[in-house]
């Protein structure tokens, strides 16, 4: 887990909403309030961890 860690970490960027618009056409972008931690909610949801997610 801990090289997905590194991956995710490496791969967190801003977007613009250009680039977001292909997803959000498809319904599927996910929103992570400003309160939690972008790569701890990767990570969870890279574990598969309902209780969390």
Do not use: Y
Request: with cysteine.
């Amino acid at each position: 887990m801990q090289n997905l860690k590194a991956e995710l970490a490496q791969a967190i960027d801003e977007a613009t909403w250009d680039c977001l618009m292909p997803h959000a056409k498809r319904d599927f972008i996910i929103f992570v309030t400003q309160e939690l931690d972008l790569l701890d909610v990767g990570m969870a949801i890279a574990r598969d961890d309902v209780v969390s997610v």
